[in-house]
T-cell receptor, first 114, second 112 residues
Framework: DGGITQSPKYLFRKEGQNVTLSCEQN?????MYWYRQDPGQGLRLIYYSQIVNDFQKGDIAEGYSVSREKKESFPLTVTSAQKNPTAFYLC?????????????FGDGTRLSIL | SQQGEEDPQALSIQEGENATMNCSYK?????LQWYRQNSGRGLVHLILIRSNEREKHSGRLRVTLDTSKKSSSLLITASRAADTASYFC????????????FGAGTRLFVKA
């Protein structure tokens, strides 16, 4: 079955530590996205990538970094510069051909501070 | 800033009743989508309605779009306990590139 796999499901970060969230898709989609979701709120875009080796900042990119070296992979690093990282992180993808295409989501990683 | 805002924030109904959720947005759009999220899971796409469409159906779902009022509604008919979830509208603003903007969602609870 095609889909998006996020790992780990739960992650704990210590002060001053960088952590990396994994996102892998086997849907052959060009576009991939990272969102942050806080309790009772909608999704806020962190970074997105329309094609391999290219990515753009979303609305809340500060304190985060990404890479897109392979079509199927779009890891997100939460750096120590992100002072309030506790949230639910969702990765998504779509074919990327044209605007407004439905996005397919992984089941998220919940990040907490130790 | 949020493009889509859902109303109500929370809704509790009995199984078998209809559930209606509303979404308002601020700028001209290419299309509007509705997603569902079960607790602790990712979002699942339900339905997409284009800016030149007024109504769309999918099973027990009915979506309407009024571009003059910049609003949309999602109707779930004959609700089931399994419909309990959060529902989000998402818009792709004209000129907004490939960014989709999600509202804060409506939490629906269907009592058996």
């Amino acid at each position: 079955d095609g889909g998006i796999t996020q790992s780990p499901k739960y992650l704990f970060r210590k002060e001053g530590q960088n952590v990396t969230l994994s996102c892998e898709q086997n849907l052959n989609h060009d576009a991939m996205y990272w969102y942050r979701q806080d309790p009772g709120q909608g999704l806020r875009l962190i970074y997105y990538s329309q094609i391999v080796n290219d990515f753009q900042k979303g609305d809340i990119a500060e304190g985060y970094s990404v890479s897109r070296e392979k079509k199927e992979s779009f890891p997100l690093t939460v750096t120590s510069a992100q002072k309030n990282p506790t949230a639910f992180y969702l990765c998504a993808s779509n074919p990327g051909q044209g605007v407004g295409q439905p996005q397919h989501f992984g089941d998220g990683t919940r990040l907490s501070i130790l | 800033s949020q493009q889509g805002e859902e109303d109500p924030q929370a809704l509790s109904i009995q199984e078998g009743e209809n559930a209606t959720m509303n979404c308002s947005y601020k700028t001209s759009i290419n299309n509007l989508q509705w997603y569902r999220q079960n607790s602790g899971r990712g979002l699942v796409h339900l339905i997409l309605i284009r800016s030149n469409e007024r109504e769309k159906h999918s099973g027990r779902l009915r979506v309407t779009l009024d571009t003059s009022k910049k609003s949309s509604s999602l109707l779930i008919t004959a609700s089931r306990a399994a419909d309990t979830a959060s529902y989000f509208c998402a818009t792709d603003a004209k000129g907004g590139g490939f960014k989709t903007i999600f509202g804060a969602g409506t939490r629906l609870f269907v009592k058996a």
